[in-house]
Each structure stands twice: as structure tokens, then as C-alpha cells.
């Protein structure tokens, strides 16, 4: 079975820039979360969403937005991008609903964006 | 809300010694706590985690961790450190299993290993 896989690997951008950073969760999960990764805040959730619907959301600005497909396939979005944006962006998907086993979570490689 | 102490940024040990690397967690409900290791330029690997039931967790790669919930601690440990086992180690903290509530990270230990 395929794992996560995030799209691009690697992108660089310049301030004031939007991005939009995709996850393909595992066959079969329905849930998709994302964090965000940098030396000096470390390892920080942004948002989780099941069946279409964003269930919980960090500390972070609006300008952070995310969505997700009918596919389970989800998408995050960053606008008016800053240099602190800079970061690992790791995508996690598990098969989601009630029980424990459920939510067990698998990373994706992440998706690192440099902010010029 | 819950929150991770890892004590020590860095931990340099030499092949084939015991390795400790320290956890200790704040949560206002029965928590759910995870290990997982990263190597360069990779995302995050499960080693173990800690549900409920048994206290001492066996996970991959030979590693094991205790729930000591006095202690409010869950320190990772392995026997014997081998080379491979050169990377960063993160212990997690969940409400729910890590599901819509999300993980809570510590901010992580780099294992070195002495040859």
C-alpha cells in the first residue's frame, strides 16, 4: 500500500506570495492533518480534517487555510506568504473516526517551503 | 490541553551503549503518547505509542518505553545504540490518539552516536 505522498517536494517563493501545498492521504483514510515545522517553534498542528469538514485548527493566522476532496486528497494554502513561513510542511493521514487504532496517524516526507 | 518536555536537544551515546531519551507530559485527560523518529530530509516514523493497558511499550528498531504515569513520564530507551540509529526522536502527546485533537510535539532530541 502506498504512503502519503506530498506534492511538491520542494518549492521556493518570495514574500507577499501564495502557495498551495497537496497531501494524498493513504487508501483508505479519511483523515488528513497538517503541521508545520521549523527549527525554532518546532513540530506545530494546523489543522485536521475528516470527510470534507475541518474539525480542529491550531494557533495560526487566517492567512493558513486548508481544504479537503471528496478523495480524501487534501490541500493547505498559505497567502501573503512571510519569511517566518518558512518551514517543513508534513501532511499525516489516518483512517480517522471513533477508536484509538483509528487514529493512529502516518506522515507523508513533507513538503519544504523557503520564503525569499 | 496538553503539553511535552523532551530534556536534552542533543544526546550523544557510543555504539552498542544504553540509550535514554527523556519524556515527561502535561495533560488534563488520560493521554495517549507516541515516539517518533526523523531522519534527514523525511518525514515522521512511528517507533511506539502508548493507548492503555501494558505500561511498557515495545516498538521498532528494538526500542521500548515506559508510561509511568506518577512520573508523568515516557522515556524512550534502547539496549544497544547502533550507528543507524543516528536521528532526531520526537515524543507526541494526544487527547484522542492523535485524530482531530492533533498531536503535541516536543521539541526534540538529536541522538548521536559515537562510533
Known amino acids: 500500500k502506498a504512503g502519503v505522498t506530498q506534492t511538491p517536494r520542494y518549492l521556493i517563493k518570495t514574500r507577499g506570495q501564495q502557495v498551495t501545498l497537496s497531501c494524498s492521504p493513504i487508501?483508505?483514510?479519511?483523515?488528513v492533518s497538517w503541521y508545520q515545522q521549523t527549527p525554532g517553534q518546532g513540530l506545530q498542528f494546523l489543522f485536521e480534517?475528516?470527510?470534507?469538514?475541518?474539525?480542529n485548527k491550531g494557533n495560526f493566522p487566517g492567512r493558513f487555510s486548508g481544504r479537503q476532496f471528496s478523495n480524501s486528497r487534501s490541500e493547505m494554502n498559505v497567502s501573503t506568504l512571510e519569511l517566518g513561513d518558512s518551514a517543513l510542511y508534513l501532511c499525516?493521514?489516518?483512517?480517522?473516526?471513533?477508536?484509538?487504532?483509528?487514529?493512529?496517524?502516518?506522515f507523508g516526507p513533507g513538503t519544504r517551503l523557503t520564503v525569499l | 490541553a496538553q503539553s511535552v518536555t523532551q530534556l536534552g536537544s542533543h544526546v550523544s551515546v557510543s555504539e552498542g551503549a544504553l540509550v535514554l531519551l527523556r519524556c515527561n507530559y502535561s495533560?488534563?485527560?488520560?493521554?495517549?503518547l507516541f515516539w517518533y523518529v526523523q531522519y534527514p530530509n523525511q518525514g515522521l516514523q512511528l517507533l511506539l505509542k502508548?493507548?492503555?493497558?501494558?505500561?511498557l511499550v515495545k516498538g521498532i528498531n528494538g526500542f521500548e518505553a515506559e508510561f509511568k504515569k506518577s512520573e508523568t513520564s515516557f522515556h524512550l530507551t534502547k539496549p544497544s545504540a547502533h550507528m543507524s540509529d543516528a536521528a532526531e526522536y520526537f515524543c507526541?502527546?494526544?487527547?484522542?490518539?492523535?485524530?482531530?485533537?492533533?498531536?503535541?510535539f516536543g521539541k526534540g532530541t538529536h541522538l548521536i552516536i559515537q562510533p
Open positions: 499525516a493521514s489516518s483512517l480517522g473516526g471513533s477508536g484509538r487504532a483509528k487514529n493512529e496517524q502516518f
Open positions: 502508548y493507548t492503555t493497558g501494558a505500561t
Open positions: 507526541a502527546v494526544s487527547a484522542s490518539g492523535g485524530g482531530a485533537d492533533g498531536l503535541t
Open positions: 480534517y475528516f470527510s470534507e469538514t475541518q474539525r
Open positions: 495533560s488534563s485527560v488520560p493521554p495517549y
Open positions: 487508501s483508505g483514510h479519511r483523515s
